[in-house]
């Protein structure tokens, strides 16, 4: 079954994810979720706030 996690806690992690201090493989393992899952947090983050390679307009 998939574990839902409060959008708190998912900003939490996307946070110390994006300082860039420790891999991702880390900080997932650190907060108790998968890295792919994480990985997940973070495009759609990326797609929410236009950084991401998908919001980039083309040329």
């Known amino acids: 079954m998939v574990k839902a996690y409060p959008e708190e806690f998912r900003r939490d992690v ?10 991702v493989r880390q900080v997932a393992k650190d907060f108790g979720v998968s890295e792919s899952c994480l990985a997940r947090w973070l495009r759609l983050a990326d797609r929410d706030d ?3 390679a998908a919001a980039s307009p083309s040329v």
Do not use: F, L, M
């Open 50 to 52: 236009g950084t991401g």
């Open 14 to 23: 996307i946070a110390v994810a994006r300082k860039g201090e420790t891999s």
